[in-house]
């Protein structure tokens, strides 16, 4: 069975971030994409020139409309915007209980423009978090929720990786994409287990919307494998690809999208 596959997300008008960039992995990934729209984005490759969010009763009325009608087997969640959306969000999430639901802490844009209110990040720690499969954060959005300075080695992150576990994720993929050296080295943390799962690094500007796309890959293929460890390992190598063909895209002058659709064309 095709699974259905769900994102609660903002836009991105160039198509490599946000839901656009969701709905392309979905469907890379032999998934039905859904998506609920949080936040209309006037991006680019370049940044973020202004962002109008949707009232969260509006999001309140996509999300149940659609669980009303169809079965949801996976959920990511990414740009929240602020704690009323988050608090709309949760909601929904305690009163039809979908399965395999992954948070992507969408805090900050590439371009260094914020997307999640300060005064939100609270209501997402406390509040969200506990109520989610597996949250993918990078480090500086793992130093944010945690309240402690940016990690800068390796060593470090089974540690860190245990202290959001401690907030309540059952599961934790945190990512050290911003370390530097030849490899990419994530770390997947769940049940008392810290895996290492290291990956070729990708020297290249066009990683507009990495985040997303790794997020919605693992959301896409957790209901079609085993277990989380499967889910991940096949969604970094789906994004590595998708970074190393990514040259063959010419999108905008600032950070360009990955490849979505790379095994295709």
């Not at 409309?65 to 079965?71: G, K, N």
């Not at 049940?191 to 959301?219: K, M, P, Q, W, Y």
Request: hydrophobic content about 45%.
């Amino acid at each position: 069975m095709v699974p259905n596959v769900l994102t609660i997300a903002g836009t991105d008008p160039s198509g490599g971030a946000g839901v656009q960039a969701d709905l392309k992995t979905f469907s890379a990934h032999g998934a039905y994409g859904m998506s609920v729209i949080t936040a209309l984005v006037a991006q680019t490759t370049t940044g973020v020139a202004e962002v109008h969010e949707v009232p969260p009763e509006f999001i309140t009325s996509q999300l149940v409309t659609l669980l009303d009608d169809v079965r949801v087997d996976a959920v990511k969640i990414g740009m929240l915007a602020n704690a009323e959306v988050i608090r709309a969000v949760i909601e929904v999430l305690d009163r039809y209980a979908p399965p395999h639901v992954v948070l992507d802490p969408v805090m900050v844009a590439k371009s260094g423009d914020r997307l999640l209110a300060p005064e939100a990040v609270g209501a997402l720690r406390d509040e969200l978090l506990p109520r989610v499969d597996l949250i993918t954060p990078n480090l500086p959005e793992a130093a944010d929720l945690l309240g402690e300075p940016e990690l800068t080695d390796v060593e470090g992150m089974p540690a860190q990786a245990e202290r959001l576990a401690g907030l309540g994720a059952k599961q934790v993929l945190l990512k050290g994409g911003h370390l530097a050296g030849e490899s990419s080295v994530d770390l997947l943390y769940g049940d008392g287990i810290a895996e290492f799962l290291t990956s070729e690094r990708v020297v290249t500007s066009n990683d507009h919307g990495t985040g997303c796309t790794l997020s919605a890959a693992i959301a896409a293929l957790r209901p079609q494998r085993a277990d989380w460890l499967t889910a991940v390992r096949e969604s970094k190598d789906y994004l590595t690809e998708a970074l190393r063909a990514s040259e063959r895209l010419d999108v905008g002058h600032g950070h360009g999208p990955v490849h979505h659709f790379h095994r295709w064309w």
